[in-house]
């Protein structure tokens, strides 16, 4: 499971900025992401390297886990283009990862699993980007849980618990369901802060909100398929 950072509160503004241009952007690398880290697993899977990288498999999760934070931390100060190679050297590295899920799981599983984290988070994203209600005080409550969730990941790593097992699986779900409806909104905020603050012209501003907004919710994605493949997987 990647570990998530949360980003400060950001304030509402005004702004003339074209918030459908910003949410094309981030869906658009979002979807690039999701289709370098799907593609290597798929092919590495194919070809059997799966079992032959193993051994680099903690060395590329130690690797994501410092492009992660480095990027979540620095992606409005540094230009656009370099944020947007990281991003894409973070999914492929990731893509290593999910080559393991998919040289365990059944392809049927898989696809189904792809299916409904699809459905669950595209109506979800909908409801964060269309709701007038402020998410943001939800933020704390979700860093609490997340941390719990990880917490609770390690341990049961040493007691494997049955029960806390498929506790901390549909808790998980739970947790970035609301995270992708939060994060939306939060991606809104992001861009209407940036634009207020004069940082860079209006294709600046969408490009960096663009690669902050695709990471968060990549990661959300990311993690939402590997709890609803835990669920789909015990169907066998």
Not at 43 to 56: E, G, K, R, S
Not at 138 to 161: E, P
């Amino acid at each position: 499971m990647d570990l998530y950072r949360p980003q400060p509160k950001l304030k509402t503004f005004d702004t003339q900025i074209d918030m459908r241009a910003v949410m094309q952007q981030v869906y658009l690398w979002m979807t690039a992401g999701l289709g370098v880290s799907f593609g290597i697993a798929f092919f590495l899977t194919a070809t059997n390297l799966t079992v032959t990288l193993m051994p680099l498999l903690m060395v590329g999760m130690i690797a994501q886990l410092i492009i992660v934070f480095w990027l979540s931390a620095r992606v409005f100060q540094m230009s656009a283009q370099r944020a947007t190679n990281l991003f894409l050297i973070y999914a492929a590295l990731n893509g290593l990862s999910l080559s393991l899920a998919f040289y365990i799981a059944d392809l049927a599983d898989v696809t189904l699993a792809l299916f409904a984290t699809s459905a669950m988070f595209g109506a979800m994203s909908i409801v964060g980007y269309t709701t007038k209600v402020d998410l943001s005080k939800m933020g704390g409550i979700l860093l609490t849980a997340l941390i719990g969730l990880i917490i609770a990941s390690i341990v049961n790593i040493f007691w494997a618990s049955s029960g806390l097992y498929w506790l901390i699986t549909y808790a998980g779900v739970l947790i970035f369901v609301a995270l992708t409806a939060y994060d939306t909104q939060m991606i809104k905020r992001a861009a209407y802060q940036m634009e207020s603050s004069g940082v860079g012209t209006a294709d600046v501003v969408v490009r960096r909100v663009a690669i902050f907004g695709a990471l968060r919710l990549y990661l959300d994605f990311i993690n939402l398929f590997w709890y609803i493949l835990r669920i789909v997987s015990d169907r066998r």
